[in-house]
């Protein structure tokens, strides 16, 4: 018995030992050409809006540090605490370049604050903590955020699923300028044409917005005052 016992003993021991060696040959082998393949130089594509130096700091990255060990994970999460970026790709591109590609949120409403307004972008979050002259002409009222500075959110997100569902549908055609969720039960749009339509609660918009649709392929709705959604099954019309 004990010397089965020593023999599982010596063996283990080879195996640890024999580990170590290899672990040590190939750290012997490859940290020299760490050194040749050391960070020089970061490239920034895609930005517009948010400078490539911005971008650069934000990676945190020092001079020298090899490529391999750069977590392109890690790097894209920290460029994307950038209020204005939605997401980001991160390629090691040897000998030592590090190449980021950006991809920047689109202005999408001005939300119209006790303080003043704050510029919204795509996926509910504030970019900019005033209005430029660039942002869509939509305004955004009774919304709740977490602030109204960079960085700040939509405290509902279907609020940001609504604008969406606005710019990119059918519906963008009839451009509607004003969209009210001070009461969450009683969402209200107020487009160009000066037509208002009551949509009702905000949680089932996408169905009656879907017979909106319907009624503007079927119907001038711009020689309406008024449309009324909130009933289900029917829309009431009044004209001027």
């Known amino acids: 018995m004990k010397e089965g016992k020593n023999r599982r003993k010596i063996a283990f021991r080879t195996v640890v030992v024999g580990g170590v060696l290899i672990s040590a040959a190939a ?3 490859y940290t020299p050409w760490l050194g040749l393949f050391g960070l020089r130089a970061i490239t920034v594509s895609g930005n517009q809006r948010v400078s490539a130096e911005t971008i650069g700091q934000a990676a945190a990255l ?8 750069i977590s392109r994970s890690l790097v894209s999460a920290r460029v994307c605490e950038i209020p204005w970026i939605r997401s980001a790709r991160v390629h090691r591109v040897f000998p030592n370049t590090l190449r980021i590609e950006v991809t920047e949120r689109v ?3 001005r939300v119209l604050h006790a ?8 996926g509910g979050v504030v970019v900019e903590g005033d209005c430029a002259d660039s942002v869509p002409n939509l305004d955004l009222v009774g919304a709740r955020l ?26 963008s055609d009839m451009h509607f300028r004003r969209i009210d969720v001070t009461d969450p039960s009683s969402v209200v749009l107020d487009a160009e044409s000066g ?4 949509i009702g609660a905000i949680d089932s918009y996408a169905q009656r917005l879907a017979r909106l649709v319907v009624l503007s392929r079927e119907l001038d709705v711009s020689a309406y005052r008024e ?11 009044v004209t001027w």
């Open 115 to 122: 303080d003043g307004c704050a510029t919204l972008a795509d």
């Open 227 to 237: 449309i009324d959604l909130r009933l289900e099954g029917e829309a009431t019309l």
């Open 195 to 198: 037509l208002r339509v009551l």
């Open 27 to 29: 750290i012997a082998l």
């Open 107 to 109: 202005p999408v409403a």
């Open 146 to 171: 977490s602030h109204v500075l960079p960085g700040g959110r939509l405290h509902d997100q279907r609020v940001s699923s609504l604008i969406d569902l606005l710019r990119i549908s059918a519906l």
């Open 62 to 69: 020092v001079r020298d540090r090899p490529l391999l060990t």
